[in-house]
C-alpha cells in the first residue's frame, strides 16, 4: 500500500510475464529477454521477490502528504561507483567454471583470459572466472544485481587488476 508518487497509499496490480528469460527461443532477441531472472538464476530485475534482493521491500507507511504550494525539484542522490566485481571467497571450483562458461557465453571478450592472453597467468579457475565475470559486470551496465552469478560474487572498490592484466572497471 506504498503506492507510487503520483498515486501514494494506493496498491499497484502487477502482471508478472515471465519470471525467466527464454534464451533458447526461437524468433527476434527481444522475444528472449522478459524475464525476471536469466537462466543461471541471476535476477536481470530486482522486483524484490528473492530472498537476496540487494533493496528489500519498503514497509507500509502513511505517504507523505501532497504539497499544496510548488517545491523545489528534488536532486537524486548520485549513483555509487560499485568497481569491480569478484567471486566471494571459497566458491567451488565447480561454480566458478559455471560462472566462466556463461560470462564467456554472453559475448564478452574473454581473450585475454586464452593462452598467451594478457590475464591467462595464473592459468587458474579462480583467476578466469573473476576476470570474466568482471567483465560480463561491466557490460552489463555495471547493476548490483549482474555480480550475483547465483550469490557467488560480491562487488569490491579493491582494483583486482595485476601485473600486465588490467580489469575494467573502477571510477571513470
Known sequence: MVGTPLMPGKSVDTYIFALYDENLK???????SFGLFMPDLSM??????????QNPLPTPMTP??????????VT????????WCVPKPGVADAQLQANLDYACG?????????????????????????????????????????CDFTQTATLTTTNPSYSACTYPGGST
Open 64 to 73: 507523505p502528504p501532497i504539497p499544496t504550494t510548488p517545491t523545489a525539484p
Open 106 to 146: 554472453q559475448n564478452i571478450d574473454c581473450s585475454p583470459i586464452q593462452p598467451g592472453g594478457a590475464c591467462f597467468e595464473p592459468a587458474t579457475v579462480a583467476s578466469h572466472a573473476a576476470y570474466a565475470m568482471n567483465l560480463l559486470y561491466q557490460s552489463a551496465g555495471k547493476n548490483p544485481w549482474n
Open 26 to 32: 526461437p524468433g527476434p532477441g527481444s522475444e528472449r
Open 76 to 83: 537524486p542522490a548520485p549513483k555509487p561507483v560499485a568497481g
Open 44 to 53: 536481470t530485475y530486482d522486483a524484490g521477490l528473492s530472498k537476496s534482493s
